[in-house]
Every structure is written in C-alpha cells, then in structure tokens.
C-alpha cells in the first residue's frame, strides 16, 4: 500500500502495483485477477450467508410461534417479517455495488465506465449501517404486543435465572414461551 496525494489536497491509500508484473498491462491482468472473486467472496459471505442465516433463523421463530397458537394477533410475525425485510432493504444496495465494482472493475479502471457506482457507496454505506438503529425501532413500533410480553415476562425469567436453588422446581419446568403466571407476577 502507498500514500498517494491527488494534487487536490485528498490523499488515498492505494495499491502499489510495481512488484505485480512488469508492465500496466500484466499489473492489471494481476489486479483483477485477485478483486474480482474477492468481491464476488465479500458479497456471499457478507451478504448472502448472513441474509439466508437472519431468514432461516427468524422463519422457524415464525414456524414454532404459529405452531404453538399462543399468540392470538399476527403481531409478532409482522415484525419478524419487518426485521427480515429490513436487514435486506438496508443492506442489499450496498453488497449490489461493491459486487458490480468487483464485476465490473476492468470496465471501470480501463474504460472510465459505470463512475456512478462510485458515487453511490455512501449512500448505501449508510442505509447499511442504519440497519442497526432501523432494529429497535421496528420491535417497539410494530410490536407493541410484543414489547408488553416482554416487559411482563423479562422479571420472572431473570428471577428464575439468578435463582440459587439449582433443583428444578415447578415453575421452572413450564414452558419458556408463555408469560408469567398472576402468581409469579404477585410474588415479584
């Protein structure tokens, strides 16, 4: 990696291509030889791995919560479905460009092609990251059944938690995903 200074007072770390070959010619042959599947790596491991993983894994939440039926309201699955779409409305147009980049990269070093995709990496850099703000919003706002279980059940189960008596007991064997009895409630 080198410093390089543009002449407009911007300074870039860039890829020093000198000891990839001998001449440009062979130094880009080597440089897209390497960046292209890179991109192609970055967009399945940071993208498709985890977008199929949040899916899967936020699909059987929705499997086992319609299975058990003890939820009366479609509630729940709505923001399961809100929290999926969300994480790829926000993170799919970012993983999109750095994949062009990638896929079109001779086109756009050698040609001059396709100079709006480096425009839009901010932008999509941002929706990306306010993913993570977009999360909490959406199980407050479209779960307020949601967030009323959790704030009942959330003092018995970390009562049961911390608890010293390592024996089962009654109550600690019932089932994890109903809220807490009138008597737990009372007890607290």
């Known amino acids: 990696m080198d410093v390089v200074n543009d002449g407009r007072c911007n300074t870039y770390c860039a890829f020093n291509l000198a000891s990839w070959g001998d001449t440009v010619i062979e ?13 192609i790596i970055q967009f399945v491991i940071g993208f498709a791995m985890p977008m199929s993983i949040v899916a899967i894994c936020y699909g059987l939440i929705a499997a086992k919560i319609r299975k058990q039926g003890t939820i009366d309201t479609s509630r729940p699955l709505r923001v399961l479905t809100a929290v999926v779409a969300s994480f790829f409305i926000c993170w799919f ?26 425009f839009l990496v901010y932008p999509t850099n941002a929706l990306a990251l306010f993913n993570s703000c977009l999360n909490p919003m959406l199980y407050v706002f479209v779960g307020q059944d949601f967030r009323k279980r959790l704030i009942h059940s959330l003092p018995a189960r970390l009562e049961r938690a911390l608890s010293e ?17 009138e008597a737990e409630l009372q007890a607290m």
């Open 27 to 39: 130094q880009l042959k080597v440089a897209l030889s390497i960046l292209t599947p890179k991109g």
């Open 93 to 118: 147009p970012l993983q999109l460009v750095a994949l062009l980049s990638a896929v079109w990269l001779r086109e756009m070093l050698v040609e001059g092609k396709y100079e709006i995709l480096s």
């Open 165 to 181: 008596d390592s024996a089962p007991t009654s109550h600690t064997t019932t089932n994890l995903a109903s809220p807490p009895t």
